[in-house]
């Protein structure tokens, strides 16, 4: 009998629970009428004297630990109780959960302070967009071929209004409202009828950059390029390739030079040591005069990088999924951050 009454001290100190189902059925098998103290009571009652001291002493440290674990569980689980604490001015403070701010703002934020230092100011415009402000003003007349590069959502029920598939959209509205000298960058949320992966999105972020003045060259933009390269990555060695944009003129692909020192970078740039990060291209006449700005007296140069792209990269995120579904225990890893 004094074994199985310590084994069942044992089992009662080692109880837990938070549910009161299951601490009311604690109650019941230990200390319930037809409970197991009860019924070692009645067994009590035909023991020898000798052994009574004995088995009295431990069926008292049954009773006690049950009805202290009993007590304990309840105060954890009822919600007056720190009422006995509230009192107490000296109390230390419930902690305030802080939020963070998104990888995203995170990234874009740090391009926009980038740009500020020389003088862009910041321009935005809609996200449902006319076929103008999106596709045409920027040399892409209907029919045109390269509309296929952006595969576009259309407005149903008019096809002349769609979700804007990048910022460039942004340039036209800047230049149709303001004269060179421009100097602007615009961030915003692009969108695209793609499948989506852990590779590509149905929406995300790019940055537009806009530069317009008397006697702007290719020049001024690998320069401000190098410049911008160095402030985000703390790299400067950037190579540029050639491509084509149907808004600039020429046109070229941005890689920078991240370098071989270790196995993420051999991933991250498949063995090459380059990434490419942006399109960028010296504005084309067409574009300027569609905005009303004399192609003979102005040019300029213009480039448009992901936001997404950036922050999947700065921060060794494989999956841009994750940058939409605002899960708090992926967003709370950015908490440092600022
Ligand atoms: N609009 C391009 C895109 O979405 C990015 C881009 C490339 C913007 C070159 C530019 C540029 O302004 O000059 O892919």
Excluded at 244 to 258: G, K, N
Aim: proline share 4%; glycine share 6%.
């Amino acid at each position: 009998m004094e074994d199985r009454i310590k084994q069942d001290i044992k089992e009662i100190i080692d109880f837990n629970s938070t549910s009161s189902v299951e601490i009311e059925d604690f109650r019941i098998k230990y200390l319930g009428k037809k409970g197991l103290l009860n019924s070692y009571f009645v067994e009590f009652k035909s023991l020898d004297n000798d052994k009574k001291k004995n088995v009295g002493q431990l069926l008292n440290q049954l009773k006690n630990t049950a009805q202290s674990k009993l007590d304990a569980l309840k105060t954890q689980i009822s919600p007056g109780s720190t009422k006995t604490t509230i009192n107490d001015i000296s109390r230390t403070g419930e902690p305030i959960e802080l939020g963070s701010r998104h990888p995203i703002s995170i990234v874009k934020n740090r391009i926009v302070d980038i740009f500020s230092n020389i003088g862009f100011t910041i321009s935005e415009g809609p996200e449902i967009e006319d076929d103008w402000h999106n596709f045409s003003a920027l040399n892409l007349p209907e029919h045109h071929p390269a509309r296929d590069m952006q595969d576009t959502f259309f407005i149903e029920k008019n096809p002349d209004f769609l979700l804007r598939t990048h910022t460039s959209s942004v340039q036209v509205r800047f230049m149709e409202n303001n004269k060179p000298p421009i100097r602007t960058i615009s961030p915003g949320r692009v969108y695209r009828n793609e499948a989506i992966s852990a590779r590509s999105h149905c929406f995300f972020h790019q940055i537009e950059g806009l530069c317009i003045d008397k006697d702007i060259s290719f020049a001024d933009l690998k320069q401000t390029l190098e410049y911008f390269t160095t402030q985000l990555f703390g790299k400067s060695k950037i190579r540029l390739r050639p491509s084509y944009f149907p808004f600039t003129e020429p046109s070229a692909e941005v890689d920078v030079y991240w370098g071989l020192n270790n196995e993420t970078d051999y991933k991250m740039t498949k063995g090459t040591g380059w990434l490419e990060i942006m399109g960028c291209g010296m504005v084309d006449p067409n574009v300027l005069e569609n905005c009303n700005i004399d192609s003979d007296e102005y040019s300029g140069f213009a480039f448009g990088l992901g936001i997404d792209r950036i922050a999947l990269l700065l921060h060794q995120i494989d999956d841009i999924r994750l940058l939409s579904e605002n899960d708090v225990r992926f967003l709370d890893q950015f908490k440092s951050s600022l």
